[in-house]
């Protein structure tokens, strides 16, 4: 047996010790070798057994105990992991027993205009449902993407701020598409994983999640536009295969809609600082949880969901869009005529609302056209418009005048008698401080409410009809 004193970094034993090592060699095996002193500055012992070390008679306790803990948190898992696939095959077992033909389904009932149907609509795997999509391109700062399963519309705020923020500095205009495509493009690949990696029910605290993180990714990826005002408005539509619902998210003022038997069933809300200001995605703030709403609803067969940029929701009143799809070719036709007819429907929709000629200033418009030159757009602003005048009436001087002279209290009740009877999608979350500065002033408010030709903006549209083979 070699010397332990021979081994380097080993002090020599005392002979006191090698004689006792020499009697007994069990001791010598079972002793502890002090390899160093104790240091200068280590802490007072508070017992005698403190300046000893003790036995140990396993062969390393912290890996036990690190062993040990590690079999705990394996069995917790293993239980959790058994306990999630049971609940999914019992899911899936449900599923099958009402579905022979797969998971998919969608509560639904008639598949058109007329008499309600009570058998339930059955969407499966093999469900070819029906799309369409157009655009029109005034700024160029719209984006989106769609699929089968979810429809992504991002408004890219036009503003000279943020299509020249950066000219100075590298002399190329940055446009709001850039943050906008991005967006766009973070939250398909997310919710393209989603769908094809999950295996359960999603639920809307998962899909409001995904959708902010892909956000946030988008975000970082905009980093280097970040001393520009580049900003966009957010919906996304999202077809829910495992319970038949419609998922959605909105952040700003672009919309979803549910149109069914020529009813607007369902209207996302639109979540606004104030009028005509909507709640963006920017590279300056983070989104937080009051800057957008998600909302879920329950589809049925014959159902058209449309989800759009404010270019088409401010041209277009509800009755014109409920007019559309009541076209006679989007219900009459069968097969491939069926997608071709909803096209038919999705381009008419545009076409409305692209801008026209626009109208000779002080025009005494032909009996019978005066509701030709009135657009929603104009009709949102002369109900804000009449609002800011009675409350600029209520809380400043007797009359409301600015320095014009112009009489704000008569010319929006003139301009509220215009407008009366006009439906718009009007349905909005206003998040305006009381102590923030107003936006628009009175006269542009009333330029606004006063225009008789539509709003140039871009414009995205997708829709998506449910029916079945």
């Known amino acids: 047996m070699p010397r332990l004193a021979s081994s380097p970094g080993r002090a020599a034993f005392a002979p006191e010790q090698e004689n006792q090592r020499k009697e007994s060699p069990q001791q010598q095996e079972e002793q502890p070798v002090l390899t160093r002193s104790v240091p200068a500055t280590k802490r007072r012992a508070s017992s005698l057994s403190d300046l000893f070390q003790r036995r140990n008679d396993t ?19 293993t239980q959790r ?4 696939r049971s609940s999914s095959d019992n899911f899936l077992k449900r599923t099958r027993e009402k579905t022979p033909t797969g998971p998919w389904k969608l509560m639904s009932r008639g598949s058109k205009p007329g008499r309600l149907s009570s058998a339930t609509f059955r969407w499966n795997l093999d469900t070819k449902l029906q799309h369409a999509n157009a655009t029109f391109a005034f700024h160029g700062e719209d984006a989106g993407a769609h699929s089968s399963y979810f429809h992504i519309v991002a408004d890219g705020v036009s503003s000279p701020f943020g299509r020249q923020s950066l000219a100075s500095r590298d002399a190329a205009p940055v446009s709001s598409a850039v943050i906008a495509q991005e967006v766009v493009r973070c939250v398909q690949i997310t919710l393209e994983e989603m769908t094809d990696e999950n295996r359960q029910p999603l639920d809307q605290t998962t899909f409001e999640s995904a959708i902010v993180d892909a956000v946030k990714t988008a975000r970082i990826n905009c980093f280097q536009h970040r001393k520009s005002r580049l900003a966009t408005t957010l919906s996304v539509s999202y077809f829910n295969r495992w319970t038949g619902r419609l998922l959605t998210f909105s952040l700003g003022d672009s919309k979803c809609l549910v149109v069914r038997r020529g009813v607007v069933v369902y209207e996302t809300l639109a979540v606004l600082r104030e009028f ?13 949880h009051k800057d957008y709403v998600v909302q879920s609803f329950l589809l049925h067969e014959g159902d058209v969901c449309l989800t759009f940029s404010d270019g088409l929701g401010d041209n277009l009143y509800k009755n014109d869009l409920t007019a559309a799809l009541a ?3 989007l219900w009459d036709s069968a097969g491939n005529d069926a997608d071709s007819g909803l096209q038919s429907v999705c381009d008419e929709l545009v076409t409305m609302s692209k801008v026209q000629e626009k109208a000779k200033p002080h025009a005494k418009a032909p009996v019978g056209e005066a509701d030709r030159l009135l657009f ?23 009359e409301a005048q600015d320095a014009s002279g112009v009489d704000h209290l008569a010319v929006s009740l003139e301009l ?3 407008h009366e009877g006009k ?27 006063e225009m008789q030709t539509k709003k140039p903006d871009d414009i995205t549209l997708f829709m998506t009809r449910f029916v079945g083979n």
Do not use: C, W
């Not at 306790?61 to 690190?66: D, E, F, H, Q």
């Not at 439906?423 to 409410?449: C, F, G, I, N, V």
């Open 59 to 77: 062969p390393s306790s912290a890996k036990s105990a690190m062993v040990s803990a590690f079999h705990t948190v394996s069995s917790r898992t």
């Open 81 to 84: 992991l058994a306990k999630l």
């Open 276 to 288: 005509n200001v909507p709640t963006v995605v920017n590279l300056r703030e983070q989104i937080v």
């Open 327 to 329: 076209a006679p070719e």
């Open 376 to 398: 929603p757009f104009a009709t949102a602003a002369a109900l804000e418009y009449r609002a800011r005048a009675l409350e600029t009436a209520q809380i400043g001087a007797a």
């Open 416 to 418: 509220m008698r215009r």
């Open 423 to 449: 439906e718009t999608l009007d349905r909005h979350l206003l998040l305006r401080k009381p102590s923030r500065k107003r936006h628009y002033s009175l006269h542009q408010l009333k330029l606004m409410a």
